[in-house]
């Protein structure tokens, strides 16, 4: 929300407000750098380090609404829209109007599309602009015009999330390729390319550098065999147990439909693939978010996958019940019943196994939980306010957004002899320097292993799992 607020006001950066006599030089500017930002190289300014995609969203809204306002607005509209586009996907994929409503069904009953569509971050728009891309790719087929459309998309996809960039897999094998789809893909995609180069360019010193910095070592494929485990293990529980039919796509998708089954395995392969040697992916079941943009094809496929089985099972049974001599008069209409209804029955036990899984809940704790950070930032202001100067990590990050009159310095980054001339710095000065600990960063922060940061640290109470010290000049 910190870059939006940047890209409302026409900035890309901004100067790092260093105390009066401070010893930066000894100290370094990376200890003013808090959590979601970094600092530019060859300047003493700050900038962002995550993707401008969602931050220009907010951004764009905020010129109507309040910032608050504005990144409600966007969540709901990019949740709405994500599953608009579904549908339509869908629909283009060969399911009729009942099925394509209950893909819809079941990615807004997945415990992780809930759980990241109430927080400000990428994952749903991500997706949304990944369905837009593939949704214009396909339609290429019908108008030309959609190609341009597709570069567009592909383009707002990257900036959301750099590795969408892989879509234009999945893209290739959707449209047509001739040299007017070409050219009008590559034209779309041409003006977010070069604001990529010299947003990339200012804020990192290079267009193939990012606010993450080198991820190299990351993305290995030491990762790998966790990862698959991981998708194995959750997979099913946050997109639906429907999924282990998506195989039986590839028997579902013919004639002019055909091409899907190299569209959805593009698409689902490039990023899943990806992700499979991210080492985060693993961590923890949200960790899967990167995943979102691939859900679409698998929950498509699914369900593609299953109307394929219920189709090859009645003609099982219709071979069985009516002998060669009778097929023909033997009655359809009841037949179309039972397939519908054992078709929905399926459809319906694995949306009710989403919704009963432990997991379902989880959205409804994040707005208390990430209040904390801006609660227990008022509270310090209240309670502390000579405090201009305070120790932080985690909450770093949010102290740049909500309290920007305190100067975050990141414990993380403090050597002894850095610590030791800030107290010089301090004791010249007399001010009294503060420190706000989340939660488990308390026994970090004085344990003994750690760069001591040696003074008399006097505790100045709490705000739930966030502890206050001081230490005296």
Same mark, same amino acid.
């Given at each position: 929300?910190?870059?939006?607020?940047?890209?409302?006001?026409?900035?890309?950066?901004?100067?790092?407000?260093?105390?009066?006599?401070?010893?930066?030089?000894?100290?370094?500017?990376?200890?003013?750098?808090?959590?979601?930002?970094?600092?530019?190289?060859?300047?003493?300014?700050?900038?962002?380090?995550?993707?401008?995609?969602?931050?220009?969203?907010?951004?764009?809204?905020?010129?109507?609404?309040?910032?608050?306002?504005?990144?409600?607005?966007?969540?709901?509209?990019?949740?709405?829209?994500?599953?608009?586009?579904?549908?339509?996907?869908?629909?283009?994929?060969?399911?009729?109007?009942?099925?394509?409503?209950?893909?819809?069904?079941?990615?807004?009953?997945?415990?992780?599309?809930?759980?990241?569509?109430?927080?400000?971050?990428?994952?749903?728009?991500?997706?949304? &602009?990944?369905?837009?891309?593939? /949704?214009?790719? #396909? %339609?290429?087929?019908?108008?030309?015009?959609? @190609?341009? *459309?597709? =570069? $567009?998309?592909?383009?707002?996809?990257?900036?959301?999330?750099?590795?969408?960039?892989?879509?234009?897999?999945?893209?290739?094998?959707?449209?047509?390729?001739?040299?007017?789809?070409?050219?009008?893909?590559?034209?779309?995609?041409?003006?977010?390319?070069?604001?990529?180069?010299?947003?990339?360019?200012?804020?990192?010193?290079?267009?193939?550098?990012?606010?993450?910095?080198?991820?190299?070592?990351?993305?290995?494929?030491?990762?790998?065999?966790?990862?698959?485990?991981?998708?194995?293990?959750?997979?099913?529980?946050?997109?639906?147990?429907?999924?282990?039919?998506?195989?039986?796509?590839? &028997?579902?998708?013919?004639?002019? /439909?055909?091409? #899907? %089954?190299?569209?959805?395995?593009?698409?689902? @392969?490039? *990023?899943? =693939? $990806?992700?499979?040697?991210?080492?985060?992916?693993?961590?923890?079941?949200?960790?899967?978010?990167?995943?979102?943009?691939?859900?679409?094809?698998?929950?498509?496929?699914?369900?593609?996958?299953?109307?394929?089985?219920?189709?090859?099972?009645?003609?099982?049974?219709?071979?069985?019940?009516?002998?060669?001599?009778?097929?023909?008069?033997?009655?359809?209409?009841?037949?179309?019943?039972?397939?519908?209804?054992?078709?929905?029955?399926?459809?319906?036990?694995?949306?009710?196994?989403?919704?009963?899984?432990?997991?379902?809940?989880?959205?409804?704790?994040?707005?208390?939980?990430?209040?904390?950070?801006?609660?227990?930032?008022?509270?310090?202001?209240?309670?502390?306010?000579?405090?201009?100067?305070?120790?932080? *990590?985690?909450?770093?990050?949010?102290?740049?957004?909500?309290?920007?009159?305190?100067?975050?310095?990141?414990?993380?980054?403090?050597?002894?002899?850095?610590?030791?001339?800030?107290?010089?710095?301090?004791?010249?000065?007399?001010?009294?320097?503060?420190?706000?600990?989340?939660?488990?960063?308390?026994?970090?922060?004085?344990?003994?292993?750690?760069?001591?940061?040696?003074?008399?640290?006097?505790?100045?109470?709490?705000?739930?799992?966030?502890?206050?010290?001081?230490?005296?000049?």
């Amino acid at each position: 929300m910190w870059s939006a607020r940047l890209f409302r006001h026409a900035a890309l950066s901004v100067p790092i407000d260093l105390p009066r006599g401070f010893p930066v030089d000894v100290v370094g500017l990376d200890a003013f750098a808090p959590l979601g930002a970094r600092v530019r190289p060859a300047a003493q300014d700050l900038v962002p380090t995550y993707p401008a995609g969602l931050p220009l969203h907010i951004a764009a809204a905020n010129l109507f609404l309040s910032e608050e306002s504005a990144v409600k607005t966007v969540m709901i509209v990019t949740v709405a829209v994500t599953l608009f586009l579904l549908y339509g996907l869908a629909r283009d994929a060969g399911l009729e109007r009942w099925w394509a409503l209950g893909g819809c069904a079941f990615l807004a009953c997945s415990p992780l599309f809930l759980f990241m569509a109430v927080q400000p971050m990428s994952d749903v728009p991500a997706t949304m &602009w990944a369905e837009a891309t593939m /949704l214009c790719a #396909w %339609r290429t087929r019908q108008r030309r015009l959609f @190609a341009t *459309l597709t =570069g $567009v998309c592909l383009g707002v996809a990257t900036l959301v999330r750099p590795t969408n960039l892989l879509l234009a897999l999945p893209v290739v094998a959707a449209m047509p390729l001739t040299l007017p789809t070409v050219a009008g893909l590559i034209a779309g995609g041409i003006p977010f390319v070069a604001f990529l180069t010299a947003y990339q360019s200012f804020a990192y010193g290079s267009p193939f550098s990012s606010g993450y910095g080198d991820l190299s070592s990351t993305f290995s494929s030491v990762n790998f065999g966790a990862s698959i485990r991981h998708y194995v293990s959750w997979l099913p529980h946050l997109a639906s147990w429907l999924i282990v039919l998506a195989p039986a796509a590839a &028997w579902g998708w013919r004639g002019a /439909l055909a091409r #899907w %089954r190299l569209i959805a395995a593009t698409w689902m @392969a490039v *990023l899943f =693939g $990806v992700y499979a040697l991210y080492s985060v992916t693993s961590e923890t079941w949200w960790s899967l978010r990167f995943l979102l943009p691939a859900f679409p094809p698998l929950i498509i496929a699914s369900l593609v996958g299953l109307r394929q089985i219920v189709l090859s099972a009645d003609r099982v049974v219709a071979i069985g019940a009516c002998p060669e001599p009778r097929r023909r008069t033997c009655p359809e209409q009841g037949r179309t019943a039972a397939r519908a209804v054992v078709s929905a029955g399926v459809v319906v036990v694995c949306l009710v196994a989403l919704v009963r899984g432990p997991q379902f809940n989880a959205y409804s704790d994040v707005s208390d939980s990430e209040r904390v950070y801006r609660d227990a930032l008022e509270v310090m202001a209240l309670e502390r306010p000579s405090y201009t100067t305070a120790l932080m *990590l985690q909450m770093s990050g949010a102290a740049n957004y909500y309290a920007p009159h305190v100067r975050a310095i990141r414990y993380d980054w403090l050597t002894p002899d850095g610590w030791g001339a800030i107290r010089t710095w301090q004791s010249r000065e007399h001010v009294a320097i503060g420190a706000a600990l989340f939660g488990a960063e308390t026994d970090e922060f004085f344990r003994r292993d750690r760069t001591p940061l040696t003074c008399n640290w006097q505790s100045r109470g709490h705000y739930r799992h966030v502890t206050f010290w001081e230490c005296p000049p």
